[in-house]
């Protein structure tokens, strides 16, 4: 199985911060990969797929790149209802993975 | 509007089964492939398995920690997805959300969740 790394783990941001998380694949995915934004209580939410393609509906706020495997989300002015945690997927190869998740905290 | 309601979750003992539904509106529902993913409690996403179209035959996949014990299974005439569970073990405790499988086979579409306890 690709095993998904994401970093940090957690981060503390303020209201207007730009903010990154990266994702690293054990083995190269090209650019099959998601990131999801899940809200407590809530299902996840598509935000980017295709490594770097918005989701309808996403706020343009919110971007990713990468290829390969190495990947990054990046919201580029963090907002109040920004504040969650963040899981990137691949979808390369059977069995889809998520990253263990990172948790976005208001400093 | 895309919408997707998972029914059918509840407490049952280790070694019980359950079957679990989905039920979807909004978009052509035989078009898609459709996925189980699970989450336990405080922990992260976990992919459970996915049913292809009519069109890829209903092939399914499996993650290893169910295959054999779970099935996914469809009805595009009721536009309804299900996941029958057997042989449950406490680990299997987590909410199970079906989804929408799309662009570069990405979730797009996430149903709310529904909890599956497994306790003696």
């Known amino acids: 199985d690709i095993q998904m790394t994401q970093s940090p783990s957690s981060v503390s941001a303020s209201v207007g911060d730009r903010v990154t998380i990266t994702c690293r694949a054990s083995?190269?995915?090209?650019?099959?990969l998601a990131w999801y934004q899940q809200k407590p209580g809530k299902a996840p939410k598509l935000l980017i797929y295709?490594?770097?393609s918005l989701q309808s509906g996403v706020p343009s706020r919110f971007s990713g790149s990468g290829s390969g495997t190495d990947f990054t989300l990046t919201i580029s002015s963090l907002q109040p209802e920004d504040f969650a945690t963040y899981y990137c997927?691949?979808?390369?190869?059977?069995?889809?993975?998520f990253g263990q998740g990172t948790k976005l905290e208001i400093k | 509007e895309v919408q997707l309601v998972e029914s059918g979750g509840g407490l049952v003992q280790p070694g019980g089964s359950l079957r679990l539904s989905c039920a979807a509106s909004?978009?052509?529902?035989?078009?898609?492939?459709m996925d189980w993913v699970r989450q336990a409690p405080g922990k992260g996403l976990e992919w459970v398995g996915r049913?292809?179209?009519?069109?890829?035959?209903?092939?399914?996949e499996y993650a290893a920690s169910v295959k054999g014990r779970f099935t996914i299974s469809r009805d595009d005439s009721k536009n309804s997805l299900y996941l029958q569970m057997n042989s449950l073990k406490t680990e299997d405790t987590a909410v199970y959300y079906c989804?929408?499988?799309?662009?570069?086979?990405?979730?797009?579409?996430w149903g709310q969740g529904t909890l599956v306890t497994v306790s003696s």
């Open positions: 989804a929408r499988v799309g662009h570069i086979a990405a979730l797009d579409y």
């Open positions: 909004g978009f052509t529902f035989s078009d898609h492939y």
């Open positions: 049913t292809r179209n009519k069109a890829n035959s209903y092939t399914t």
């Open positions: 083995q190269g995915i090209s650019s099959w």
């Open positions: 295709a490594a770097s």
């Open positions: 997927q691949q979808a390369n190869s059977f069995p889809p993975t």
